[in-house]
């Protein structure tokens, strides 16, 4: 087994490499001049089972153009199977056409890394677990949520818990981390959004009064959703609002937001490298999700279950 990087996430790609105790694949990523992306492998690979570790986050045409040119080199080297592992998957909220003569992007990037020479995928928290059928090669969804509620037991386990979806399309995910929780009572916030980028709440099903609120999503980008929503909880009577996230996109002027922010706290993961301004956060913690991936990537190897991990 090997394991290779893009530039998406090299510390991600470290700490899955250390927990298997194997060395990164000696590669070059890199550009042109004029900004192609050029790979150089340089130790033989053939016949060898080679997970790439690659988030397609920001810049993410770029880092998808990585993904793709690191899985062509391996395929022409005679990589016995190619596994794209990549724990955030951009264009993912592109999953259906929103209104006529809109593209379906995700299954675009699907085809693109199937046909780059993909054997098969290994995401984390795909936005849509639909998002599995766009691949016709094995694909494998893990979830956060073990790595989540450990820390939420850890932390917040004595208060009197309530998980919150901040919108209806959650619920699922929301749903599946309260069974974790000893079954902890769910709310879920009805938003409504008018334009790309702007969120609005409208309503909160369920009562939160005196609650200490975990709200659960799979991205934060602008962080207009998640800080609406916790002010909306925060006014309707909540004690403290805590939000578990697992792709900190963080985009434009998010970390500020979620800065001076109602939040207690964001927790994300590190399926996306952060930047400064998140590692300079006070606001923003961080919880690795290496041994997850490097335990399902232990398990493909061997052939035996990925499903167990989340019993
Ligand atoms: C939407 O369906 C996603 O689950 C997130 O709620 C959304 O992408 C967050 O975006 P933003 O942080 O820009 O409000």
């Not at 749903?175 to 938003?191: F, G, S, T």
């Not at 399926?271 to 997850?292: E, Q, Y």
């Amino acid at each position: 087994m090997k394991i290779m990087s893009g530039n998406s996430n090299l510390p991600l790609a470290r700490a899955v490499a250390a927990y298997l105790e194997l060395p990164l694949t000696d590669a070059s990523v890199r550009r042109f001049a004029d900004e192609e992306v050029f790979v150089e492998i340089h130790e033989n690979v053939r016949g060898e089972d080679v997970f790439v570790v690659q988030p397609t986050s920001f810049p993410c045409n770029d880092n998808l153009m990585e993904l793709l040119i690191c899985i062509d080199a391996l395929r022409r080297a005679s990589a016995k199977r190619i596994t794209a592992v990549v724990p955030y998957f951009g264009y993912a909220r592109q999953d259906r056409k929103p209104g006529p003569r809109t593209p379906i992007s995700a299954k675009l990037v699907a085809n693109l890394i199937t046909q780059a020479g993909a054997d098969r995928v290994l995401s984390v928290d795909l936005h849509a677990g639909q998002i599995q059928g766009f691949f016709d090669i094995p694909t494998d969804n893990l979830f956060a949520a073990p790595v989540m509620s450990a820390d939420i037991q850890a932390r917040y386990g004595e208060q009197e818990l309530m998980v919150v979806s901040p919108d209806v399309g959650g619920v699922v995910r929301a749903r599946a981390l309260a069974k974790r929780l000893d079954n902890a009572p769910l709310a879920i916030v009805d938003k409504r959004r008018d334009k790309p980028g702007q969120s609005e709440v409208m309503n909160i099903i369920g009562d939160v009064k005196g609650r200490c609120c975990i709200l659960i999503d799979d991205i934060i980008d602008s962080g207009g959703t998640l800080c609406n929503a916790a002010q909306a909880l925060l006014d309707a009577g909540a004690k403290s609002v805590t939000a578990y996230i697992t792709h900190g996109v963080l985009s434009g002027g998010a970390v500020a937001r979620v800065n001076n922010s109602a939040l207690t706290e964001l927790v994300i993961t590190d399926s996306i490298l952060a930047t400064d301004a998140t590692k300079d956060s006070t606001r923003i913690r961080t919880l690795t999700i290496a041994p997850l991936l490097g335990e399902a990537i232990r398990r493909i190897a061997d052939e035996s279950s990925v499903s167990s991990l989340f019993d």
